[in-house]
């Protein structure tokens, strides 16, 4: 394990954290908490966090192009106003399936979203419920996978040719080809196995050299993949079991933000860990993140390097989902 330091930033004891997003523009980090239901924003520079309440589970929120957020909420991508706190529904996936609920979602570089479902009461349901879909700005619905168990990390390459995903019970990290101009994915195939002790694979993130970080639930670390090899070049480890999901953020982009989960925690394992549920961040470039770090993939294609920002739609740095109501 790395001796690299991290520290707690939102102390909220989160039931399920999740999906952490940097918002350039605002300077704040936004992530959810699915069964707690909220949207939550923290600033660093206040400290404050500010949050949103949802009427379901939520399993991600991504920065929208026209203002506020799109999120998944139940089965139901919604659209949410930040001011307002109103919360309206776009379209629904998994119709057929009401025991489902989306988890985590992204928007690719063409302002598409990409989000995917689970079944609500696993691991007690039947098994390969889920599902991975897009949604086009029209609202558009497209399936692209089917018997996933849990739809989970996801991320792209910088040539936008290659689309990391992970279904978490397969404790695989895959690869699809991409089509930036379609959206179509295919030529699956595995990039690393997790291995045994490491937990399980849930969110991830990719860095300006095209690494993979995989925060790892039930195993208390963020490794570092390298995804041409499969190699490990890096484990972080956190005072938490249940990691949940990471981004990079901060004005440089040499800060990493962790989210994670306390619920499922028995009494003692609590008491062992009362850090369960928040926010972490490990900070400093001399952590080997190198000089470049992708902004998190929310909307369209933009790609932050070293002292350069190339837009083809959004603002500086921050990348924004296209869905129209």
Known sequence: ??????????KSTA??????????SEQTLLFVDIIGQKIHRWSPATNRIQSVETADTVGFAVPRRSGGYVAGVGRNIVAVDWQTHKVTSLVEVDEDKPN????????????????GTMLKDYPSGERKQGALFSVAPDLTVTKHLSQVDISNGMDWSE????????DSLALTVDAFDHDPSTGHIGNRRVVCHIQEGEGIPDGMTLDAEGRLWVACYDG??????????GVRLKTI???VTKTTSCCFGGPDYSELYVTSASLGLNQSESKQQPLAGSTFRQRGRNCSYGERFWC???GASCLRGAGQTDCVQGEKGQLRSELHA
């Open 1 to 10: 394990m790395s001796s690299v330091k991290v520290h707690p930033i939102v």
């Open 220 to 229: 208390g670390r963020v490794i570092n993949i390298d995804p041409a090899t």
């Open 100 to 115: 489902n609920r989306l988890n985590d979602g992204k928007a690719d570089p063409s302002g598409r979203l990409l989000t």
């Open 237 to 239: 480890s956190l005072p």
């Open 15 to 24: 039931l399920i954290g999740e999906g952490p997003v940097w918002e350039e």
């Open 159 to 166: 040539d936008q040719k290659t689309f990391f995903y992970i």
């Open 296 to 298: 998190e993939w929310t």
